[in-house]
T-cell receptor
Framework: GQNIDQPTEMTATEGAIVQINCTYQ??????LFWYQQHAGEAPTFLSY??LDGLEEKGRFSSFLSRSKGYSYLLLKELQMKDSASYLC???????????WGLGTSLAVNP | GAGVSQSPSNKVTEKGKDVELRCDPI?????LYWYRQSLGQGLEFLIY????????KSGLPSDRFSAERTGGSVSTLTIQRTQQEDSAVYLC???????????????FGEGSWLTVV
C-alpha cells in the first residue's frame, strides 16, 4: 500500500528552529513535495526534492533520503505567521499520482 | 488568470439538492485536479484531468459525483443529491504538465466551502 506519516501536531517558540518529519512507503518514488496551509486557506507550494540531500530556500529547508523513505522540513527563525499545517506529498506509482500526508499542525508561540 | 479561480467560494445547500462547483485553472496549465478536504482532515483526491486524455476518476467517492472539463480549460464538479457527509471544502488545482511529473508544482485555488444542511 501507499502510506505517508507525519506528526499530527507540533509546537515551537518564536525565533527557534523546528523540524517536521515525513516518512513514506510507496510503490514508486518520483519526488516529494512540501506544502504550507494556513487555516481556512488553500495549500501553497514550499519545496520539491527528488534527489537525496538538502534543499535550502531562505528560512525553509527540505531534506530527502530516498533509501530511508524519509524527508524533513526545517524552519528557522520561526515567526508567528509560520503557524500553519505542513503537508508532505509524494509523487509515487506508475501514474505519478500524488499521495498526500494528513499534515502537521505547527503552533508558534511567542 | 493569475491564479486558480473557484466559484462559489461558499455554498449552503439543502440535503438532496444538486450543486455545481466551478474551477478556472491557470492559463496554459494542462493538468487540473479536484480534491476534497473535510475539517481537520487531509486532502482527498477526487479526479484528475490531463490534456485530452481520459480523466482519472479513481477518487470519486460515489456515482453522485461527476466532473467535466470543457475545452481543456474550465472544469465543473457536480454533486447530485447532496448528503450531509459531502460537507467539505472542495479544492481545485492546476499544474503545467502531468501530475507530479518532474517537479511540476500544483497550484491550488481558494476552494469552495460546501455545507449541506
Amino acid at each position: 500500500g501507499q502510506n505517508i506519516d507525519q506528526p499530527t501536531e507540533m509546537t515551537a517558540t518564536e525565533g527557534a528552529i523546528v523540524q517536521i518529519n515525513c516518512t513514506y512507503q510507496t510503490s514508486g518514488f518520483n519526488g516529494l513535495f512540501w506544502y504550507q496551509q494556513h487555516a481556512g486557506e488553500a495549500p501553497t507550494f514550499l519545496s520539491y526534492n527528488v534527489l537525496d540531500g538538502l534543499e535550502e530556500k531562505g528560512r525553509f529547508s527540505s531534506f530527502l533520503s530516498r533509501s530511508k523513505g524519509y524527508s524533513y522540513l526545517l524552519l528557522k527563525e520561526l515567526q508567528m505567521k509560520d503557524s500553519a499545517s505542513y503537508l508532505c506529498a509524494v509523487n509515487a506509482g506508475n501514474n505519478r499520482k500524488l499521495i498526500w500526508g494528513l499534515g502537521t499542525s505547527l503552533a508558534v508561540n511567542p | 488568470g493569475a491564479g486558480v479561480s473557484q466559484s462559489p467560494s461558499n455554498k449552503v445547500t439543502e440535503k438532496g439538492k444538486d450543486v455545481e462547483l466551478r474551477c478556472d485553472p491557470i492559463s496554459g496549465h494542462t493538468a487540473l485536479y479536484w480534491y476534497r478536504q473535510s475539517l481537520g482532515q487531509g486532502l482527498e483526491f477526487l479526479i484528475y484531468f490531463q490534456g485530452n486524455s481520459a480523466p482519472d476518476k479513481s477518487g470519486l467517492p460515489s456515482d453522485r459525483f461527476s466532473a467535466e472539463r470543457t475545452g481543456g480549460s474550465v472544469s465543473t464538479l457536480t454533486i447530485q443529491r447532496t448528503q450531509q457527509e459531502d460537507s467539505a471544502v472542495y479544492l481545485c488545482a492546476s499544474s503545467l504538465g502531468r501530475q507530479g511529473y518532474s517537479g511540476n508544482t500544483i497550484y491550488f485555488g481558494e476552494g469552495s466551502w460546501l455545507t449541506v444542511v
